[in-house]
């Protein structure tokens, strides 16, 4: 079960920070995503990281973001700095199995976190 | 980049009925094909892997197919709890992708 939090109001240039707390299963073995869906949008991968730190990221956010892990509690973190009104999506967390095959999907998801940025 | 096209992106139709969606991707991604259902307010839901292996949970009457670069989901008797939006995604490359989405209506 993923649970996750983090504001959810933001005004343009600030920071949006999230985190998704991972309970039962085990940590290693997956990947840990964010993936966010803009008001009536589809879904857009932001990035992804492992137990160990091994980071991906879109390239079309990469020079604003950071996501950390902090294995001692399970947990794993976005920060988005800069925000602007594009970025107003509802965030989700999700874990992806590490087969390293064509068995990697999205299979456990959080509950979602809507963020509104307002300018 | 790995454009993911679906279609259609609107579909109506009645409990009982057999309904495919498809979804094309803009290079061959071998069979890193997933399928996932979303209902309004709830994250997407994982259907189906691997283009045609059922997640655990999921009915018999959803089934996936393709290879390469064509794909379908296939709902074979429309259930009333079927009436959701599907997206269709690509894990062939890191830079994860996904369809439009197809939004399946009640006719």
């Known amino acids: 079960q993923l649970q996750q939090w983090g504001a959810g109001l933001l005004k343009a240039s600030e920071t949006l920070s999230l985190t998704c707390a991972v309970y039962g299963g085990s940590f290693s073995g997956h990947y840990w995503n964010w993936i966010r869906q803009p008001p009536g949008k589809g879904l857009e991968w932001i990035a992804k990281i492992n137990h160990s730190g091994r980071t991906d990221y879109n390239p079309s956010l990469k020079s604003r973001l950071t996501i950390s892990v902090d294995t001692s509690k399970n947990q794993f973190s976005l920060k988005l700095r800069s925000v602007t009104a594009a970025d107003t999506a509802v965030y989700y967390c999700?874990?992806?199995?590490?087969?390293?095959?064509?068995?990697?999907?999205?299979?456990?998801w959080g509950q979602g976190t809507v963020v509104t940025v307002s300018s | 980049d790995i454009q993911m096209t679906q279609s259609p992106s609107s579909l109506s139709a009645s409990v009982g009925d057999r309904v495919t969606i498809t979804c094309r991707a803009s290079?061959?991604?071998?069979?890193?094909l997933n399928w996932y259902q979303q209902k309004p307010g709830k994250p997407p839901n994982l259907l189906i892997y691997?283009?045609?292996t059922l997640q655990s949970g999921v009915p018999s009457r959803f089934s996936g197919s393709g290879s390469g670069t064509d794909f379908t989901l296939t709902i074979s008797s429309l259930q009333p709890e079927d009436f959701a939006t599907y997206y269709c995604?690509?894990?062939?490359?890191?830079?994860?992708?996904f369809g439009q989405g197809t939004k399946l209506e009640i006719k």
């Open positions: 691997a283009v045609s």
């Open positions: 995604q690509q894990s062939y490359t890191t830079l994860y992708s």
């Open positions: 999700a874990r992806q199995t590490d087969y390293g095959d064509p068995r990697d999907a999205f299979n456990i």
């Open positions: 290079q061959t991604i071998s069979s890193y």
